[in-house]
């Protein structure tokens, strides 16, 4: 049978080869072909079940830690076992290849970095960080204790309720991260922007891509559905992320 590999349009092929810098922003979809469900979007968790969100939002933190806690051992558990993909490792190839590199990911399933990637702005924290509502210490679990978890576990310190070390909805991003994205992504934009895999219903995912195609800079997106950014940026690539983002790391640099 012929080779079956999706091939990039050749004037991408040539830009690409031209790339010296690289942002990368990645979403839950990324993630899909590692078994990670999404939370909206075809198979998405949230498609099926609106409450989730309300169970991981910072109000419901505070009124009811448990229904928070359980919502996010549920994540957990979808996401048992679940390994890095094509994608995660064509992204952390993408940074071994340019001279400067960030990539900012909603995700907290951790993939990324366990396929190599290093200078990662993880916007959204990571659910095996906890730290105390009371005492503010900090800690980690094991992917097992989360996978076990039905309820907020206590500080081993003060006996104090555990939060997520994650952002929840409607709570307010680290400023650290933004003060991060800022300088990395949006005082000067990379060359290449490539977003992937993000239903892109966040102004600070959305905003980076906007500055970049106003500086003139090569943005790419690849998503098997169309989504705010696909009328914005140079190209839209309609396909998967682990069949995509590999073919686009080979033609960097
Ligand atoms: P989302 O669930 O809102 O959107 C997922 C997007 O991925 C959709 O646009 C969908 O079309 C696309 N997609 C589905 N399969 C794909 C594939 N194989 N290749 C490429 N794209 C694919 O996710 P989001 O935009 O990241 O949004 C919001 C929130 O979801 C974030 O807060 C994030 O923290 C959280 N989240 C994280 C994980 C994770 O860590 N893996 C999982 C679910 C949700
Ligand atoms: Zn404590």
Redesign the pocket.
């Known amino acids: 049978m012929a080779d079956a590999k999706p091939t990039l349009p050749a004037p991408l092929v040539e830009a690409l080869r031209r790339v010296r810098s690289a942002g990368v922003i990645t979403?839950?979809?990324?993630?899909?072909?590692s078994g990670?469900?999404?939370?909206?979007?075809?198979g998405?968790?949230?498609e099926e079940d609106e409450s989730r969100i309300e169970a991981l939002t910072g109000t419901t933190l505070r009124s009811d830690p448990d229904r928070t806690w359980r919502a996010v051992g549920d994540?957990a558990r979808h996401?048992a076992g679940a390994v890095p993909n094509a994608?995660h490792f064509a992204i952390a190839e993408i940074e071994r290849k340019v001279a400067r590199f960030v990539l900012l990911t909603?995700?907290?399933?951790g993939?990324h970095q366990a396929a190599g990637s290093r200078n990662v702005i993880d916007i959204?924290g990571s659910i095996t960080r906890t730290r105390c509502m009371a005492c503010g210490a900090e800690g980690e679990l094991s992917r097992e204790e989360l996978e076990a978890i039905h309820a907020a576990p206590r500080c081993a310190g003060c006996g104090g309720t555990l939060r997520p070390a994650a952002v929840l909805f409607g709570e307010m991003l680290p400023v650290e991260k933004v003060a991060r994205m800022q300088r990395e992504l949006l005082d000067d934009p990379p060359e290449l922007v490539l977003v992937?895999?993000?239903?892109?219903?966040?102004p600070y995912?959305v905003e980076p891509v906007l500055v970049a195609r106003r500086a003139r800079r090569l943005t790419v997106e690849?998503?098997?559905?169309p989504?705010v950014l696909s009328p914005v940026v140079g190209w839209f690539l309609e396909g998967?992320?682990?069949a995509l983002v590999p073919e686009i790391a080979r033609e960097i640099g």
């Open positions: 979403g839950a979809g990324v993630s899909a072909e990670v469900p999404t939370y909206r979007g075809k998405g968790l949230y994540l996401a994608a909603q995700n907290v399933d993939l959204h992937v895999g993000t239903s892109a219903l966040f995912i690849v998503n098997p559905e989504t998967s992320a682990a």
